[in-house]
């Protein structure tokens, strides 16, 4: 590629995801020259694997509460200006079905595919230019512009808008490269760790357990206290590893390492009375009994974990032994080895210090020019739709505030 006025863009894009996409056609659609640049040559994978491969684009309840970050208020300005009802109306637009399928998530009827084909439509609205399977080895700041060094040739931008996402699922692509652009530019990242993902245990602690892989349950799970606590009511599900299900998921973004987790079994039931209340009148074993309200083979192992005969009858136990066993069901407190990393993480927890960052327009304060939107920013949604959200919001403010500096660069 040639040095000259056609490789100078109003506006660099970082990653061909979900952010990137939606900024692209934002700002280009607003009237900006825009290059959207990638490392992969196919694109957009986490939208194609989402959802079982129907994209839960968004959740009808995402607002501030449902994202953890160091700075927590940061998001609120975005998600109140892009809000789940204005990404339906663009599904609408284009004529995309969709469903509610669980608390609000919402999934395509057909495919993430549609997701995917609609993100390229809005880009071609916005004469978006594309360089795909582009690696990108230097960025520098020259005067007014941004130069970025290419392997498929220089590259000069007013602006660049950085979208690389994080580190999780790092076979479809995921890198650092976000991040170390951040503190190149003199950005502060606050530290990384998997998110949403499976939490494992030690191996000999948990091979009472192991039997129970492909067990799932819905149960009440909590972690931590005061305000770095957080608590659910999800489907758990048991793994040879391990625990893992919406649940799992869930607290993962909550949990600290030598933390315990503590799971109700029983729905918030008193689960001491229930057992006590079964004593007269029956002669039901515990396994049995226990079987009514778990599934049977979690009642067959939680009796062998607990050191209890599951054919002692229920009538012959005394209060005691019940209680405890009630206590143990209602605050099964278990402290987790460790996650099962980036490779089955669905995000990353952390990321560009929004301290450092325009809550409005997804700047840098201290770097004219310099934006950073999705996974890549320390903006952490919950399970459900709530990452697409951001993702959408915070392209959308960047994509707006870029097209807008774009011409008052030209005027």
Not at 61 to 68: D, E, K, S, T
Not at 181 to 200: C, N, W
Not at 206 to 226: C, H, K, N, R, Y
Not at 381 to 405: H, I, K, P, T
Request: charged residues 20%.
């Amino acid at each position: 590629m040639t040095q000259g006025r056609k490789d100078r863009f109003d506006v660099a894009v970082l990653g061909a995801g979900a952010a990137g996409m939606m900024c692209a056609a934002v700002a280009g659609q607003r009237g900006a020259r825009v290059v959207l640049i990638d490392h992969a040559t196919r694109l957009a994978e986490k939208i194609r694997i989402s959802g079982g491969g129907r994209c839960n684009f968004t959740n009808l309840q995402a607002g501030p509460a449902n994202y953890l970050s160091s700075n927590p208020h940061f998001c609120r300005s975005a998600l109140a200006r892009y809000t789940p009802q204005d990404f339906l109306g663009l599904l609408r637009r284009y004529d995309i079905g969709w469903h509610e399928k669980h608390r609000g998530q919402l999934f395509c009827n057909n495919s993430a595919e549609d997701i995917i084909q609609l993100l390229r439509a809005e880009c071609d609205a916005g004469s978006v230019h594309w360089q795909t399977g582009c690696t990108i080895d230097e960025i520098r700041k020259e005067g007014d512009d941004y130069l970025l060094l290419t392997r498929q040739g220089p590259v000069r931008a007013g602006a660049v808008v950085v979208a690389t996402g994080g580190l999780s699922i790092p076979k479809i692509g995921a890198t650092d490269f976000g991040y170390r652009i951040a503190r190149q530019f003199g950005l502060k990242v606050v530290e990384t760790r998997p998110a949403l993902v499976p939490l494992t245990f030690d191996g000999q602690a948990w091979q009472p357990f192991v039997p129970l892989a492909g067990v799932s349950m819905e149960v009440d799970i909590a972690t931590g206290s005061g305000k770095s606590a957080g608590a659910f009511k999800e489907d758990l599900l048991w793994t040879h590893r391990g625990l893992s299900g919406p649940a799992v998921l869930q607290i993962s973004s909550y949990w600290r390492p030598g933390t315990p987790i503590e799971i109700d079994l029983f729905d918030g039931e008193d689960a001491a009375d229930w057992l006590i209340g079964h004593k007269k009148g029956g002669r039901k074993h515990l396994d049995n009994l226990l079987a009514e309200r778990l599934p049977s083979r979690l009642a067959d192992a939680w009796c062998a974990a607990v050191g209890l005969q599951g054919t002692q009858s229920v009538a012959d136990m005394p209060d005691k032994a019940l209680r405890q066993l009630g206590d143990a069901l209602n605050r099964w407190r278990l402290v987790p080895s460790g996650t099962e990393g980036y490779k089955k993480a669905e995000v990353t927890l952390g990321g560009v210090d929004t301290r450092g960052l325009s809550s409005s327009t997804m700047m840098a304060r201290d770097v004219d020019g310099l934006y950073f939107i999705g996974e890549v920013v320390d903006v952490t949604g919950w399970l459900g739709g709530y990452n697409f959200q951001w993702a959408w919001a915070s392209a959308v403010a960047a994509g707006e505030a870029a097209a807008e500096a774009a011409r008052g660069r030209s005027a």
